[in-house]
């Protein structure tokens, strides 16, 4: 087993009792290329390259971090850290030089060790823990609504002003079913991780019909790359609009679905209706399909048979990110990053400025080739 500044052959688990080999980057680096991946979790080395694919959270979360430090991804997402560490050690081979950063590449160490202390204090605030009253009365209005769709319609007879009357209180549940399913997933609520598995099943299938695990999937994905092209789902909506990276790629390569340079103004036309509705639901569905989810597809049948008409924190519950927010606040100040709280419809503004610059820069790379 190669030490440091010695790639050798394909490392094994290190055996315990006897000292850990050391890597620098370099070699570390190396290792992040499809079943070979290395990360690295508070200082040491695990090559999870066999084991991705068992990973809970999908392979391709995981592998998102590969030949890189994972720490505080490790620590954001799990709840029993000294429970998951023990899932750890048979892949551990080695950890880092003493004279090796913790991180690699240009990250700021001193925001790094900032934001550790911040989620420390967070921790110590109790931040991260659930207050039941506050999620027994968001199920309870929620359900209450669903309830009260129904007698509208059973009453007052599927009429237009009966309909719009439920279609609008269904609306505000199932907007209210997203967040706390979100928290579900994140496992917020509940001290133990099964609880919260379970109850997430039953919003997402029985109030909405979509599919737990396949939330999970792509949302976990987006909170451990948020805004990271080709790696957060949630900014990776071409060919039907372009963003930023994508907006010079598809210009330089004539690739031309649509007239991007105008995406600002169809994107009211198809976007929340095709990017919500259609796709959600096709994406959704072949998920459950192609990764034989046949639970979740269970519980989404039910919603559609009893349908009555046509953060930086993940794990932390909703309403504690107003007492949070003022730490998180002052470290981007400290560090000068931007900290913005915006309205719906400042950031709705934000959302077509965005898309009308990364059409302009699309057109121009087009014109230009």
């Known amino acids: 087993m190669g030490g440091v ?41 695990y090559d999870i390259s066999r084991w991705a694919q068992r990973h809970p959270g999908g392979s391709r979360l995981i592998g998102h971090h590969g030949a890189e430090d994972a720490t505080d991804a490790f620590r954001a997402f799990h709840q029993d850290l000294n429970f ?16 090796e950063p913790s991180q690699d590449g240009p990250l700021n160490a001193q925001l790094v060790e900032d934001f550790r202390a911040l989620h420390q204090a967070a921790e110590d605030m109790k931040l991260f823990d659930a207050s039941p009253t506050f999620f027994a009365f968001l199920l309870g209005h929620i359900l209450a609504m669903e309830v009260l769709a129904w007698l509208l319609i059973y009453l ?15 609306a505000i549940s199932q907007a209210q079913s997203w967040c706390l399913q979100h928290d579900l997933g994140h496992a917020s609520i509940f001290k133990k991780s099964w609880w919260n598995h379970v109850a997430q099943k039953f919003v997402m299938g029985q109030l909405k019909g979509f599919s737990a ?25 071409a060919p039907v609009f372009l963003l930023g990276e994508s907006s010079v790629e598809y210009g330089k390569k004539k690739r031309r679905y649509l007239p991007y340079n105008q995406q600002h103004l169809y994107f009211f036309l ?8 259609v796709n959600f639901e096709v994406e959704n569905l072949a998920y459950m399909l192609v990764c034989m989810q046949w639970a979740d597809l269970l519980w989404a049948a039910s919603f559609y048979h009893t349908l009555p008409t046509p953060s930086l924190f993940p794990r932390m519950p ?48 087009y014109l230009h080739q």
């Open 5 to 45: 500044g010695e790639p050798g052959p394909r490392e094994g688990p290190a055996q315990p009792g006897a000292p850990l080999p050391t890597f620098c980057w370099e070699q570390i680096r190396a290792h992040d290329q499809p079943g070979d991946k290395w990360l690295v979790i508070e200082r040491r080395v």
């Open 213 to 237: 695990h396949w939330w999970n999937f792509r949302h976990f994905q987006h909170h451990a790359k948020p805004n990271i092209f080709h790696k957060d789902p949630d900014v990776t909506v």
């Open 156 to 170: 007052l007879g599927p009429g237009w002003v009966p309909s719009a009357l439920a279609a609008f209180i269904l």
């Open 318 to 365: 909703r309403h504690n990110y107003s007492r949070v927010a003022p730490l998180v606040k002052s470290l981007c100040a400290k560090h000068g990053l931007s900290y913005e709280v915006k309205p719906f419809l400042t950031a709705l503004v934000d959302i077509v400025r965005s898309l009308k610059k990364s059409g302009d820069i699309w057109l121009d790379a």
């Open 84 to 99: 998951v560490r023990k899932f750890l050690q048979p892949l551990l081979i080695g950890e880092l030089a003493p004279e």
């Open 270 to 277: 198809i976007g929340p209706p095709l990017l919500t509705l």
